[in-house]
Each structure stands twice: as structure tokens, then as C-alpha cells.
């Protein structure tokens, strides 16, 4: 999961989210990595000042696997068009997750096999019943 979906989860929560949220708890594992962790706490930080102990509550809430991104990645695993967003799909490639669920376009332009990338509105789609 990316950084623009726990934003989301935090500050628009709606049903579908939690739906979404539900069905993973229930039938996945969470994983988040430490890039995406320091990312969102760092833009809520920027962004929200005032939110900063509901990300606290949320991540606290949140059963998860925590996955390290490494400082130094190998940048010839795929193209993405923003080099900053690197990091958070080439940990989910190097650490063999399944479905990568992203609110950036850019991820989806990327030609991978796996992860499966896909948005929260198509992961509902394909996954939840």
C-alpha cells in the first residue's frame, strides 16, 4: 500500500475504504514499508500539522509487515516517470508482494508482473465481494 491510501484512510474515511481495509485483514496481510511509513508521517506532518496523534491512533490500529526499503536500490528493475516514487514499488517487488494498492497514477503506468498494481477502486472491484 502506498502513501496516498493511508492518507486517504485517515482523512476521508468511507465506506468503501473500510470495506477494502476489511476484506484485506480478513483475506491478505498489510504490508507497508518503512519508506512509505516515513512518508506519511512526514507529509501529514508538513500538510496536517494538527493530525499528527490520529496517525499514531491509525498506525497503531493497523496489523501490518513492516518491510525495510534498503538506502541503496538496484534503478533497473522498471521505469517509473517520478524517480522519488522509486523506492516505494521497488521494496514491493524486492520483498514479493502480491497486489500493490496505489491513489498514483504513476505506479499504473508501470509494466511490472508482479506486484499487481492497482487502485483501491479496482482492487474493491477485483477483490472484494
Same mark, same amino acid.
Given at each position: 500500500?502506498?502513501?496516498?491510501?493511508?492518507?486517504?484512510?485517515?482523512?476521508?474515511?468511507?465506506?468503501?475504504?473500510?470495506? +477494502?481495509?476489511?476484506?484485506?485483514? /480478513? &483475506?491478505? =496481510?498489510? @504490508?507497508?514499508?518503512?519508506?512509505?511509513?516515513?512518508?506519511?508521517?512526514? $507529509? +501529514?506532518?508538513?500538510?496536517?500539522? /494538527? &493530525?499528527? =496523534?490520529? @496517525?499514531?491512533?491509525?498506525?497503531?490500529?493497523?496489523?501490518?509487515?513492516? $518491510?525495510y526499503t534498503p538506502e541503496e536500490i538496484n534503478?533497473?528493475?522498471?521505469?517509473?516517470?517520478?524517480?522519488?516514487?522509486?523506492?516505494?514499488?521497488?521494496?514491493?517487488?524486492?520483498?514479493?508482494?502480491?497486489?500493490?494498492?496505489?491513489?498514483?497514477?504513476?505506479?499504473?503506468?508501470?509494466?511490472?508482473?508482479?506486484?499487481?498494481?492497482?487502485?483501491?477502486?479496482?482492487?474493491?472491484?477485483?477483490?472484494?465481494?
Amino acid at each position: 500500500m502506498d502513501t496516498n491510501v493511508l492518507i486517504s484512510l485517515l482523512l476521508f474515511p468511507n465506506q468503501q475504504m473500510n470495506k +477494502m481495509m476489511e476484506h484485506i485483514f /480478513n &483475506k491478505h =496481510k498489510l @504490508v507497508l514499508s518503512s519508506f512509505v511509513l516515513e512518508e506519511f508521517k512526514a $507529509v +501529514m506532518e508538513r500538510k496536517f500539522p /494538527n &493530525k499528527t =496523534k490520529s @496517525v499514531d491512533r491509525l498506525l497503531s490500529r493497523l496489523s501490518y509487515e513492516l $518491510v525495510y526499503t534498503p538506502e541503496e536500490i538496484n534503478t533497473s528493475l522498471f521505469q517509473i516517470r517520478d524517480v522519488c516514487d522509486y523506492p516505494v514499488l521497488y521494496t514491493a517487488v524486492i520483498d514479493d508482494v502480491d497486489i500493490f494498492v496505489t491513489g498514483d497514477k504513476d505506479f499504473c503506468d508501470v509494466d511490472i508482473d508482479r506486484p499487481e498494481i492497482l487502485t483501491p477502486a479496482d482492487f474493491i472491484k477485483k477483490y472484494v465481494k
